[in-house]
């Protein structure tokens, strides 16, 4: 520790703003430029693909972000601010655009400071209560260049930082593959799904009313632990079934849900960008709570359970309920009955039976990585902030890393 200096993260970096490109050329176009919003960026920091937010006008010189490039969150519409300051990297692969909500990090001293180390010190929980402890805003909350500047930071020489985010580093990349293999089983189930015949509109009166397929906040009993668990808002995904973190608290309203059950947030802008879950990751017959603002899908009796999830992600119903959303602006919702008065083709019982073996199989496994990366996640974390302050030396971090991966 002798070794490790402290600096005033404005000696070491300067942070610079987006730009405020125009609405009316907003799209959602995945092969487009995205713009880098807040929900681009994971609980605890880290990027992940969220619902594209395309942009088709002009764009300036100096907004185009590189692979590589570290930003910050300026802004955060959550109560607790769950992600406001935290940082990640820009992945390669697409055009991202440099927003005015997101600050992009400039290190003034890069000899001094490695950026992959600097990443994932702007994620750890004292920086963050540094940068909540200073937020402005009571609806929206705000950082500033400013403040997150005024963050001490230690910093161990360059070959040893460069060892912590190497260590780090390799428990985020398991975590990102088995991502994509998550993401592959459910490309490939939506496509299962379509041959359903339930994304396209009925033909004259043969259609079903969809509760013959799915009932929508279903009677429950109240949940028997002292400490129930609970999904907030800010845990459900925007573009993945599995839900990746929850709490347990004494029982208040709320819906009620059990494994096999999916999770679709009814307010907006929540349900147009696509948050919806899959709950499996109970015990058998445990009952948890969410949020009031979340409606509770569950298949009936004789319909594969993943179906619930997969007609939740579908566009045509997803339009459906954004159409009947009802409410002052900003604070629109849609009412479960009203997503329920929906009508679907009624799906042939040989290719019903046959997406629910392939989804029942796939979805064991997207459990089993879930769980998993749940796992790593956690030993991330616990890590971070060892290796971060020099209580955890970088070998038996790495000894520690090999033992579970």
């Known amino acids: 520790m002798s070794e490790w200096t402290s600096h005033k993260l404005a000696e070491l970096i300067d942070i610079k703003h987006g730009f405020a490109f125009k609405g009316e050329y907003f799209g959602e176009d995945p ?201 907030d808002m800010a845990a459900l995904p925007t573009n993945q079934a599995s839900i990746p973190c929850w709490t347990r608290r004494p029982p208040k309203s709320g819906p009620r849900f059990m494994n096999g059950d999916t999770l679709l947030a009814r307010i907006t802008p929540c349900l ?35 179906l619930s999830y997969f007609l939740a992600r579908d566009d045509r119903f997803r339009e459906h309920a954004i159409r009947n959303m009802i409410g002052s602006s900003g604070r629109q919702r849609v009412s479960a009955a009203d997503v329920a008065n929906y009508v679907v083709n009624r799906p042939g019982a040989d290719v019903l039976a046959a997406f629910g073996c392939q989804a029942e199989t796939a979805f064991a496994h997207m459990r089993s990585l879930g769980s998993e990366n749940r796992n790593l996640a956690s030993l991330r974390d616990t890590l971070l902030p060892q290796l971060m302050s020099g209580r955890l030396r970088v070998k038996k971090a790495e000894k520690i890393v090999e033992d579970h991966t």
């Open 31 to 231: 092969d487009g430029p995205i713009l880098v919003t807040p929900g681009n960026f994971a609980i605890g920091g880290g990027f992940k693909e969220g619902k594209p937010k395309s942009y088709s006008g002009v764009i300036p010189e100096g907004f185009i972000l590189s692979e590589g490039d570290l930003v910050v969150t300026m802004t955060d519409l959550s109560k607790a601010a769950d992600t406001l300051g935290y940082a990640s990297l820009i992945p390669g692969g697409k055009t991202y655009l440099h927003n005015q909500r997101i600050g992009k990090v400039v290190i003034l001293k890069p000899g001094r400071v490695e950026k992959e180390f600097l990443h994932y010190a702007l994620r750890t929980d004292k920086y963050r209560q540094h940068v909540v402890g200073g937020a402005t805003g009571t609806t929206v909350k705000h950082t500033s260049p400013t403040r997150i500047g005024q963050y001490t930071l230690s910093l161990p020489p360059v070959t040893e930082q460069q060892a912590i985010a190497a260590v780090l580093r390799a428990l985020d990349g398991k975590i990102a593959i088995n991502e994509r293999i998550a993401a592959t089983y459910q490309l490939l189930l939506q496509l299962k799904f379509a041959e359903l015949g339930l994304s396209r509109e009925p033909n004259g009166g043969a259609g079903v009313a969809v509760t013959e397929l799915v009932e929508f906040n279903p009677k429950m009993a109240k949940p028997s632990a002292e400490e129930p668990v609970y999904v």
């Open 272 to 306: 147009e960008n696509g948050k919806t879950g899959y709950v499996d990751f109970m015990e058998d017959g445990e009952v948890g709570l969410g949020s009031t603002e979340f409606i509770v899908m569950r298949s009936r009796r004789g319909v594969p359970a993943e």
